[in-house]
């Protein structure tokens, strides 16, 4: 079995601080890419971070210079650390990772609140 479990999520006020975890575990061999996604009431589900097994990151340029994806390879752990937080970051964020021989898998979703 493979399970994501994101952990993290809550209400802050604008300018806030939240950092967000996402464990894969279960019978894993290797991770890939593992990225985090939003989705917003109304909105299509967007990409927000991706990091590559090696280190390579990639960012969408709305949360650029706010937010720090990192992952631990030893963990099965990706983080999201999110700075000066605006209402715009509200949303539901999905954790995603691409399992080596299993395919891609997902989180149940975590809430994140920004209030103004």
């Known amino acids: 079995q493979v399970q994501l479990v994101e952990s993290g999520g809550g209400l802050r006020q604008a300018g806030g601080s939240l950092r967000l975890s996402c464990a894969a575990s279960?019978?894993?061999?290797?991770?890939?890419?593992m990225g985090w996604y939003r989705q917003a009431p109304g909105k299509q589900r967007e990409l927000v971070a991706f990091?590559?097994?090696?280190?390579?990151?990639n960012y969408a340029d709305s949360v650029k210079g706010r937010f720090t994806i990192s992952r631990d390879n030893a963990k099965n752990t990706v983080y999201l650390q999110m700075n000066s937080l605006k209402p715009e970051d509200t949303a539901v964020y999905y954790c995603?990772?691409?399992?080596?021989?299993?395919?891609?898998?997902w989180g149940q979703g975590t809430q994140v609140t920004v209030s103004s």
């Open positions: 995603t990772a691409d399992l080596r021989g299993l395919g891609r898998y």
């Open positions: 279960g019978t894993i061999f290797s991770i890939n890419a």
């Open positions: 990091i590559t097994s090696d280190g390579s990151t």
